[in-house]
């Protein structure tokens, strides 16, 4: 894909994903263990062999700025290869970015002066696996100015997204913003909507008229609808197009299990946008269990990112004829290299450097970086941000009330501990 250009849009302020985004923007969040979640759209643009990309930061951006310094240096610009940030300029005038449509038209001067033929816009925030090269291929073929990746759900979850009207043939005849009620459902199935992922395709010459013509602010809010008539925009549906070959495990019929090529169903259709605590929480922990619904561990498409040198974990056992009985060890988890893990973690994600002490429990929870959980703490159903020490026995995650006075509190009773709440004089 020589002749496109990604924009992957990493400004936003990520309010719903506070305490997480109080000092760093929502591609930078750390998500299953030793990840950042633009790691996953910009592995999705390496595996799609799209090495043309440019970022648009905007809010806290230094821990992002950083993790791309040191973890994504691998394009040659010799070769016409890059990886750009670009903060706002103020080429067009005094603002910041106002949009998604605002931030490309202020940078209007990159696609003048690299020509691509064709323009892929990301979001920098959503977990999921997707080749663009059958996304353009789809493209081309449909002959389409616009092409909008387009996630098939269940009708009652309508009023959750913006939903697009389409033809037999996929082409979008128009759009219905978070519709309550009489949702337009897919053609030939009355059960589902195809509902935006925030994922668009423009032909190069197509954008830049655009953008030169209108002062709008955001594509899927004002642009698009209002072209609906004038453009051939066609949906792409996600979750029939999107096919990720790869090497996985399959059980053969006398109970064997064999690594084979093909696709995995579950990865190719998979999309989360994390924008809540709910969400972030419960897309960390769909990478857990036997057979998780977002597998980490593919070959054929690698989700890269920055490795923190950091030595194996370790799980602690004393034996048995020992007076402490100290038993250390993890279930249907995942657990990042420098952890040492000294009491029972079950349907868990452990970040680097993390110490669970003798007789802790942690449980479907999420741990960043460098936290320690001192001996007999109880946690539950929570996220803990990096730099905290938990102090011996403390418990979270039981309580609601208690938990409640303390610290953020979900709809769904996930409790969150801001980044260095439990500093280490607190701790015993």
């Known amino acids: 894909m020589k002749d496109t250009i990604a924009f992957i849009m990493a400004g936003g302020r990520g309010e719903r994903l506070m305490p997480l985004t109080l000092d760093r923007c929502k591609p930078a969040v750390p998500f299953g263990g030793i990840y950042r979640l633009i790691d996953f759209t910009l592995s999705n643009c390496v595996n799609s062999q799209i090495y043309k990309i440019v970022v648009l930061p905007q809010y806290k951006s230094q821990s992002l700025n950083e993790h791309l310094e040191a973890g994504w240096n691998i394009f040659n610009q010799k070769i016409g290869q890059f990886l750009k940030v670009v903060p706002p300029q103020q080429r067009t005038g005094p603002e910041w970015y106002q949009g998604t449509a605002d931030s490309i038209r202020q940078n209007l001067y990159l696609i003048r002066r690299y020509k691509p033929r064709h323009i892929l816009i990301l979001s920098g925030d959503h977990i999921y696996k997707m080749d663009y090269s059958r996304f353009q291929r789809y493209h081309q073929e449909h002959d389409a100015d616009i092409s909008i990746s387009l996630l098939e759900v269940d009708k009652s979850l309508a009023h959750q997204f913006g939903v697009a009207v389409v033809d037999e043939n996929y082409r979008i005849t128009g759009f219905q913003e978070k519709p309550k009620q009489d949702a337009q459902t897919i053609p030939g199935d009355p059960q589902h909507v195809l509902a935006s992922m925030g994922i668009y395709l423009f032909r190069a010459e197509t954008l830049l008229d655009i953008l030169e013509s209108t002062d709008a602010y955001d594509f899927g809010g004002e642009i698009i609808p209002s072209l609906v008539e004038s453009h051939r925009i066609y949906a792409y549906p996600y979750r029939s197009q999107n096919a990720i070959e790869d090497y996985i495990y399959v059980t053969l019929e006398n109970g064997e299990r064999q690594l084979r090529r093909e696709p995995r169903t579950r990865?190719?259709?998979?999309?989360?946008?994390?924008?809540?605590?709910?969400?972030?929480?419960?897309?960390?922990?769909?990478?857990?269990?036997?057979?998780?619904?977002?597998?980490?561990?593919?070959?054929?498409?690698?989700?890269?990112?920055?490795?923190?040198?950091?030595?194996?974990?370790?799980?602690?056992?004393?034996?048995?004829?020992?007076?402490?009985?100290?038993?250390?060890?993890?279930?249907?988890?995942i657990v990042a290299p420098g952890c040492i893990v000294s009491g029972v973690v079950r349907d868990s994600v452990l970040s680097y450097n993390v110490v669970v002490r003798s007789w802790a429990s942690v449980e479907e929870s999420v741990i960043l970086d460098d936290v320690v959980v001192g001996r007999h703490c109880k946690i539950k159903k929570a996220i803990v941000d990096k730099l905290n020490n938990i102090p011996d026995h403390t418990e979270i995650g039981y309580r609601p009330d208690e938990d409640r006075q303390r610290f953020p509190v979900t709809s769904r009773g996930i409790v969150v501990v801001p980044k260095g709440y439990f500093r280490k004089d607190d701790a015993a």
Do not use: C
């Open 267 to 333: 990865d190719s259709s998979y999309w989360r946008d994390v924008g809540t605590l709910d969400a972030y929480w419960n897309a960390n922990m769909d990478l857990t269990g036997v057979d998780p619904y977002f597998n980490l561990y593919g070959r054929n498409w690698p989700i890269h990112t920055f490795q923190i040198p950091a030595p194996p974990a370790k799980f602690i056992f004393a034996d048995e004829r020992s007076s402490d009985r100290r038993v250390g060890k993890a279930l249907n988890s």
